[in-house]
């Protein structure tokens, strides 16, 4: 069993991990999700760097594009 001073650590944590995502996932937020309607579209990227466009909302919206390629690419 975790010490008290541990699970305060541990939650405080969690709570600041949550901010930061939810900081990283709005700079940038293009045009409205065309599936859910209430979250924006961002550009990200998959393992192998193909780049495609996905809501703001992923996991509870799925909506996925293929981002248009960059000129010079």
Do not use: H, I, N, Y
């Not at 900081?23 to 990227?45: E, Q």
Request: net charge positive.
């Amino acid at each position: 069993m975790a010490a008290p001073r541990a699970r305060t650590v541990q939650a405080g944590r969690a709570r600041e991990a949550r901010g930061l995502l939810r900081r990283k996932a709005r700079p940038g937020a293009g045009a409205p999700c065309p599936a859910c309607g209430r979250g924006r579209l961002v550009r990200r990227s998959l393992r192998d760097g193909r780049p495609f466009l996905g809501c703001t909302r992923f996991p509870r919206c799925r909506f996925f594009a293929w981002a248009p390629r960059e000129a010079g690419r």
